[in-house]
């Protein structure tokens, strides 16, 4: 990850730059979306251990 | 021919006339629309602190916040401004590689008495950068004011506030958040929205006067374990957090240099404050990203309302140093670990017997190392300023930056809480706090019909 480019300059860079242009996108693109799956997961089962713990 | 030639420059010329005065406009209003929004923060962190405070202390604390804005405006129209303009290479006032610091040009841009620092028909920029630069600084001030709540003494702390909004911040931005900063140009130090500038320098000074104030009576119990003196009004606190949110993003538009000025970086697009490019479009991407990262990694790891509407700010702090550089979903990610790395450390901070009332030090000091860091880790092999031959992005870079923001925040904070402790004035008397500051102080109540003053507190 880090610079897609190894000018040492802004200069003549134009069009996308951002970390890791061209080469990790689809890893982060991956980690983006098993974060949510499993933030939704545990969210899940703690919402059910808690209405059982509370009388839900 | 000769007439139609002299017709058409004739045109040209009142169209050049016609696109300056246009462009420059536009930009004045610009940064003058930032300004509003970052209020904003400020009507925010007012709620943040009302509702995280007991029904005894709320107009205390909202007294607090208000009056630290509004000393504020003054001190870093009094000094605040020359001295971002004065030390970017250090405390020898010297020029910079880029030739906009030292005390000459200080003396230029920032001299109170002097002509720029008023109406001028001839200059549209200087009171919409210094205004967006006084919002910063109130913003700092802001950041302490929650973590002192319910103890702390009125003048003492708006000393502190004008010491940290108007001076300590001031220097990390001059070091590391100004194209001639040491910071910058030396170690290739990377803040586009100033996490090490802002946060970590006010969440550390925060620390800093905590470690002296000590904590609420009732907080910790003799065995050293703590009790949660919950606020009165968590809604209001949950409310307040996403409007610091909304001004947010005009704090983080102000971070951005518009083109085509004649104090501009380039003609054509925007760029950081270190001259590099960006556009307000990478911004939206991560900006949002990292909110969402942060609330959805908060959420995850401690289901507390407080700390998943935290987890938003947290998401942004941590993601603001690379905001024009992360490509989104790493945007994310950064802004998850920031606000699943929360709680815990909130935790380890109350262990070591500090009661930081708001989790400022956590949200904005710890945070705010974290996403100086990911720069480090995650961005780096960028040029730092435009040029050739340049200092790049590196992790050592960041390391150095974020001790120095450590630094200029907790060695002012805690030196000048020293001197008011030992002098008796940093805190409010006992029988005072345990009253309620709001009638031994203000005095007012705030729920004059309502809720009951008093306190559950178990030592109480």
């Given at each position: ?56 | ?83 971002y303009w004065a030390f970017p290479t250090g405390f020898d006032l010297g020029v910079g590689p880029f030739e906009i610091s030292g005390l000459d040009y200080a003396n230029a841009a920032g001299n109170p008495a002097g002509e720029v620092m008023g109406p001028s028909l001839a200059d549209s920029a200087s009171g919409v950068f210094w205004g967006a630069f006084t919002l910063f600084g109130a913003t700092t001030a802001s950041i302490m004011s929650g973590s002192v709540i319910e103890r702390i003494r009125l003048v003492p702390f708006i000393i502190l506030a004008v ?298």
């Amino acid at each position: 990850m880090g610079s897609p480019f190894d000018t040492g300059t802004w200069d003549g860079v134009t069009g996308a730059y951002y970390t890791g242009y061209g080469s990790g996108e689809m890893m982060w693109l991956l980690v983006a979306i098993a974060l949510c799956v499993v933030a939704c997961w545990v969210g899940h089962r703690h919402e059910s251990e808690s209405f059982d713990k509370n009388g839900g | 021919m000769e007439e139609q030639l002299a017709a058409l420059a004739a045109e040209v010329a009142a169209l050049k006339t016609v696109a300056t005065v246009g462009n420059t406009t536009v930009a004045e209003i610009y940064y003058y629309v930032t300004i509003p929004l970052m209020v904003l923060i400020h009507a925010g962190f007012l709620a943040y602190e009302m509702g995280a405070s007991r029904s005894k202390n709320v107009l205390a604390s909202g007294i607090k916040n208000i009056l630290a804005f509004a000393f504020l405006v003054p001190t870093f129209y009094f000094f605040g401004w020359w001295c971002y303009w004065a030390f970017p290479t250090g405390f020898d006032l010297g020029v910079g590689p880029f030739e906009i610091s030292g005390l000459d040009y200080a003396n230029a841009a920032g001299n109170p008495a002097g002509e720029v620092m008023g109406p001028s028909l001839a200059d549209s920029a200087s009171g919409v950068f210094w205004g967006a630069f006084t919002l910063f600084g109130a913003t700092t001030a802001s950041i302490m004011s929650g973590s002192v709540i319910e103890r702390i003494r009125l003048v003492p702390f708006i000393i502190l506030a004008v010491v940290l909004g108007s001076f300590a911040w001031v220097l990390g931005a001059a070091w590391g958040w100004h194209a001639d900063g040491w910071l910058v140009t030396k170690f290739g130090y990377h803040d586009f929205g100033a996490a090490g500038v802002v946060h970590t320098v006010a969440g550390f000074f925060a620390l800093g006067v905590l470690i002296n104030l000590g904590p609420r009576v009732g907080k910790f119990n003799a065995d050293g374990s703590a009790n949660d003196l919950p606020g009165h009004n968590m809604p209001m606190t949950l409310v307040g957090l996403m409007m610091i949110i909304v001004g947010f993003w005009g704090f983080l538009m102000a971070c951005a240099i518009f083109p085509n000025e004649g104090w501009s970086w380039s003609t054509s697009g925007f760029t950081s404050i270190y001259g590099t490019p960006l556009t307000l479009s990478a911004l939206t991407f991560n900006i949002l990203m990292g909110f969402a990262g942060g609330i959805i990694g908060a959420w995850m790891v401690s289901r507390d309302p407080f700390w998943m509407m935290s987890g938003a700010l947290g998401g942004i702090i941590s993601c603001a140093a690379g905001l024009d550089l992360w490509w989104p979903p790493l945007a994310f990610a950064v802004g998850f670990i920031g606000g699943a790395i929360m709680p815990s450390i909130a935790r380890f901070v109350e262990r070591m017997g500090i009661d930081d009332a708001v989790g400022a030090f956590t949200v904005h000091g710890a945070l705010g190392v974290w996403g100086v860091l990911a720069v480090g880790i995650f961005a780096a092999g960028y040029p730092a300023i435009p040029g050739e031959g340049v200092a790049m992005t590196n992790f050592m870079g960041q390391l150095i930056g974020a001790v120095v923001m450590v630094l200029c925040g907790l060695v002012p904070g805690y030196v000048l809480s020293l001197i008011m402790k030992s002098m008796g004035v940093l805190r409010v008397p006992e029988s005072a706090e345990l009253a309620g500051l709001d009638i031994t102080k203000v005095p007012s109540k705030a729920y004059p019909e309502g809720m009951s003053g008093g306190s559950t507190a178990p030592a109480e």
